[in-house]
C-alpha cells in the first residue's frame, strides 16, 4: 500500500489482486469504518459481496451514525459529523455509492449539489443573556501571547506532545480566548485532552481556520446521516451480495503468534445466547472495529433521565483481550478506563409548539421551516453553566419527520454542574427539564418555559461514557497499527486504529480511511490511499491563517522604523511581498 496525491492513481482501475476469488472477508462491527471497508473490497479488491459478512451487536448498522425515531419516545440524534470539502477517502468511497434520493446521481453528486445550491454558514455562532447575539464578530481574540503557543505547538513534533494535556500547553490567555471557545465547542474539545490531537487537528484543517467562527468550511448531508450516508452503502453492499448478521456479539479473536508470521485464527461469538464462531485460514481476512465512541450508550426520555452505564462495556472488553495477546495490539485502557472526563449528554428536542420555531428563528436569522440551512453549525449559549450548544440542521431531518416540527439537537460538555435556570446538572436531568434549560437559553420567557417545556416538545437524552476517549492524552502504541507488523490477514480499523498518515479522529474521514489503508495493504491493491489534504505545506493557507489568528493585524515588525522600510524596500516586487500584502500580514 502506498499514498498519493492527485489523480493519476485516482482515476485509473486497479486490477483484480491475485487470489481474491478464494478469499473471504469478516468483519466485527458495522459502524462506517465496516461499511467502507467491505465497499473497498468489492469496488476495489474485486472480491464477490457473498463472501463477506459483517457481525453486529446491535439490530441496526452504521455506529455513531444514527437516526432513529423511537415509537414512545421521538427523534434521536446521539451526535452529528461535520464535513469538508477535502475529506478524500470519504469522497472517494460515495462517488462509487449510488444516492437513495436523485436517480442517477451518486451520494457524492448528491451532497455536491444540495452544498452548491445551500452553501454552510453561520448568522450566529454565540449566544449570552438569554438568547441575544454573542457579537464574537468573527475575532479570535487571541492574544500575543496566545498566538505564541498556537505557533508552538503547530512547530513541536508528534513526540513533544505525547501524554500531554491542552491545559499543559495552553495558558489562560488562550483558554479565554473566543478561539477556543470554537473550537472547544466545534470538536468536543475538554481542557485535559490531548495536545496532540490538538496538534493534529491543526495541521488537518489549518485550511478552514478562516470559516471556523462561522461554519463557512462546513458541509451537511440533506438528513441526519443514518439515512443520509449510512442507508445508501447498506443497501449498495446488500444488493452486491453481503451478510449482515445482527444481535452476533463477538466476544473474542484467536491468533497464531510466530516470528515473522501472525494470523487471526478463530472468531468467537454469542448468538441468540448461544456461543459460537468460526475458524479461519490465511485467506480468511478479518477486520476488527476495536474500541466505540458510543458504546453504553443510554437513552431516556422527556419525563426519564438518561443514565450513566459504568457497567460492562464490550466492545471495550474484546479490544482488551485482544490487547493482552500482543504488546502492539494497544493500551485500551488509554481511551476507555476514564469515564469522568470522555463522557458528556445530547439531547434530541422535538417541538411540537409553534412557538419555539420563532425564538430559532431570532437566533438563527433564518427560517427553521425553509428547508434550507438554519443555524448553519452550532451555536453556543457562551454563559451557559453547562456550556450548552444546539443545532438545527435543514429541516425535515427525519424523512418522516412532520413538516410543522423542528429536530433540534443539544449537547453539553459540563455535564455536572447546574443548570442556570434548572437548578440540577444536565446528567440529572429529564427530557423536559433539558428542554427547559435549552428554553431559557433561546430567550423564551421564564413564565412561558413550564407550559411549553412540558406540552411544546418532546425530548429524548443521551448519555454517553466513552464519547470523547479517543482524545484521550496519549503515545505512541496507545493505538494498534492499521494492519500490525507481520500481520497475514486481519487489520483494525476505526477511531482507535493508528493511520500512518498524519490525520486526526472524530471525523467520517478517518473512519474510511482506516478501512481502506487495511483493505488495500491486505489485498495488495494496486491503486493509492489518498493522502491527507497538503494545507499543511501550503504557504499560502499558513499565511492566511496567520492573518485569520491574528484578527487581521498587520505583524509588527520589531526595530527601528528605517530597519522595517528597508526590509519592505528589498522585498518590495517580489512574490513575497505581494503574498504578505493579500494576506494583510504587512500595513500597507
Known amino acids: 500500500m502506498d499514498y498519493t496525491s492527485g489523480n493519476f492513481a485516482a482515476f485509473a482501475r486497479p486490477r483484480k489482486p491475485e487470489g481474491v476469488e478464494g478469499k473471504t472477508a469478516w468483519f466485527v462491527g458495522s459502524g462506517l469504518a465496516a461499511l467502507a471497508g467491505a465497499a473497498f473490497l468489492i469496488r476495489d479488491g474485486q472480491m464477490a459481496g457473498d463472501r463477506i459478512t459483517i457481525l453486529e451487536q ?12 423511537e415509537p414512545e419516545k421521538g427523534f ?64 479570535f481574540t487571541l492574544t500575543d501571547t496566545a498566538q505564541k503557543e498556537i505557533i508552538a505547538i503547530f512547530l513541536a513534533t508528534r513526540e513533544e506532545m505525547e501524554n500531554k494535556r491542552i491545559n499543559e500547553v495552553f495558558g489562560a490567555d488562550f483558554l479565554k480566548s473566543n478561539f477556543w471557545l470554537y473550537w472547544r465547542t466545534m470538536f468536543a474539545f475538554e481542557e485535559w485532552h490531548s495536545a496532540l490531537e490538538m496538534k493534529l487537528y491543526l495541521h488537518r484543517f489549518i ?37 449482515f448478521r445482527y444481535g452476533v456479539e463477538v466476544t473474542d479473536v484467536d491468533f497464531d503468534i510466530r516470528p515473522g508470521a501472525r494470523q487471526a485464527t478463530r ?38 433521565p438518561a443514565k450513566l452505564n459504568e457497567g460492562p462495556a464490550p466492545a471495550w472488553d474484546l479490544w482488551r483481550r485482544i490487547a493482552a495477546k500482543a ?97 440540577k446538572s444536565m446528567q440529572a436531568c429529564t427530557g423536559e ?46 493505538r494498534p497499527d492499521v494492519v500490525p507488523r507481520d500481520a497475514l490477514n486481519f487489520a483494525f480499523i476505526g477511531q482507535f ?41 501550503d504557504i499560502r493557507s499558513l499565511l492566511a491563517a496567520t492573518g485569520r489568528l491574528r484578527d487581521g493585524k498587520a505583524i509588527d515588525i520589531p526595530g527601528p522604523s528605517f530597519v522595517r522600510k528597508m526590509l519592505m524596500k528589498k522585498l518590495e516586487g517580489t512574490q513575497i511581498a505581494e503574498l504578505l500584502g493579500e494576506f494583510g500580514l504587512v500595513a500597507k
Not at 78 to 97: A, K, P
Not at 346 to 368: C, N
Not at 505 to 533: D, H, K, Q
Request: hydrophobic share 35%.
Open 497 to 537: 486504529a493508528e493511520s500512518k498518515q498524519r490525520d486526526c479522529i472524530f471525523t467520517t474521514e478517518y473512519s474510511v480511511r482506516t478501512p481502506m489503508e487495511a483493505v488495500y495493504t491486505l489485498l495488495n491493491v494496486e491503486r493509492g490511499v489518498p493522502e491527507v489534504f497538503n494545507s499543511t505545506y
Open 433 to 478: 427539564e433539558i428542554t427547559q434549560e435549552w428554553l431559557y437559553h433561546i430567550g423564551v420567557p421564564v413564565e412561558d418555559i413550564p407550559d411549553m417545556a412540558a406540552t411544546g416538545a418532546k425530548t429524548v437524552p443521551v448519555m454517553m461514557p466513552y464519547i470523547t476517549s479517543f482524545f484521550m492524552p496519549r503515545q505512541a502504541g496507545d
Open 76 to 139: 434521536v440524534i446521539r451526535g452529528g459529523r461535520e464535513m469538508e470539502n477535502h475529506f478524500e477517502c470519504l469522497w472517494d468511497l460515495y462517488r462509487s455509492i449510488p444516492s437513495l434520493e436523485i436517480e442517477g446521481a451518486s451520494v457524492l453528486d448528491e451532497f455536491f449539489w444540495l452544498n452548491k445550491d445551500d452553501p454552510n454558514y453561520s448568522l450566529c455562532r454565540a449566544t449570552v443573556e438569554q438568547g441575544k447575539d454573542a457579537e464574537t464578530n468573527g475575532l
Open 267 to 304: 472468531i468467537h461469538w454469542i448468538e441468540n445466547g448461544a456461543e459460537g464462531g468460526v475458524d479461519l485460514t490465511r485467506n480468511d481476512l478479518v477486520f476488527l472495529t476495536i474500541g466505540s465512541l458510543t458504546e453504553n450508550s443510554d437513552n431516556g426520555d422527556h419525563k426519564t
Open 327 to 423: 504488546d502492539d495490539f494497544g493500551r485500551p485502557d488509554v481511551f476507555g478506563a476514564h469515564i469522568p472526563e470522555t463522557k458528556w449528554e445530547s439531547a434530541t428536542v422535538t417541538t411540537l409548539d409553534a412557538r419555539i420555531p420563532e425564538y430559532i428563528h431570532r437566533i438563527a436569522k433564518r427560517d427553521p421551516l425553509s428547508g434550507k440551512v438554519v443555524t448553519g453549525g452550532i451555536v453556543t449559549a457562551k454563559d451557559s453553566s453547562w456550556l450548552m450548544s444546539w443545532t438545527v440542521n435543514r429541516q425535515p431531518h427525519f424523512k418522516k419527520q412532520p413538516k410543522d416540527q423542528v429536530v433540534v439537537w443539544v449537547y453539553a460538555l459540563f455535564v455536572d454542574t447546574p443548570g442556570n435556570y434548572v437548578k
Open 207 to 243: 485550511h478552514h481556520i478562516g470559516g471556523l467562527p462561522d461554519f463557512s468550511a462546513l458541509m451537511f448531508t440533506k438528513y441526519n446521516q443514518y439515512e443520509s450516508l449510512v442507508l445508501p452503502l447498506v443497501k449498495w453492499l446488500e444488493d452486491h451480495g453481503v451478510q
Open 58 to 69: 446491535q439490530l441496526l448498522p452504521g455506529g455513531a451514525l444514527d437516526g432513529i425515531e
